[in-house]
């Protein structure tokens, strides 16, 4: 019945931080941006290269993010990487903090965890 996710939508406390982090940062592709006046809310549409997509949600005074202890709901997202060390080295050459390398125990993959703006866990998982 389900072939793939389409896409994750995130709201952000500070769209125009967030918007560089997940472009020029991460590196995805603008599909489109909307500014919803009746909302008073941008949306912006990013692309992976899978074509996989993120949704980019701005609205006035979202309430932040509880992290811990972790609540029900999403936990993380997850990106599949060719290597998690070179993806580690170049966010850290553009000043993300990244999490050590570990070792997935199950399945013997290369994984790590950083954070978007707001703190939304974004894990980098081995192909």
């Not at 809310?41 to 006035?60: A, N, V, W």
């Not at 080295?89 to 399945?107: A, H, N, Q, W």
């Amino acid at each position: 019945m389900l072939n793939a996710i389409h896409h994750v939508a995130i709201i952000c406390s500070d769209y125009a931080v967030s918007k560089v982090f997940y472009t020029q940062i991460l590196g995805l592709q603008i599909v489109a941006e909307h500014y919803r006046g009746a909302r008073d809310s941008y949306k912006l549409d990013l692309r992976l290269p899978d074509g996989g997509q993120i949704e980019l949600f701005s609205f006035p005074n979202p309430p932040p993010r509880q992290t811990r202890p972790e609540a029900q709901g999403l936990r993380h997202l997850a990106f599949s990487v060719k290597s998690v060390p070179e993806a580690v080295e170049k966010l850290e050459k553009k000043g993300v903090s990244v999490e050590p390398i570990r070792i997935d125990e199950y399945t013997g993959k290369a994984y790590t965890f950083f954070q978007d703006p707001d703190g939304l866990p974004i894990e980098l998982y081995q192909q």
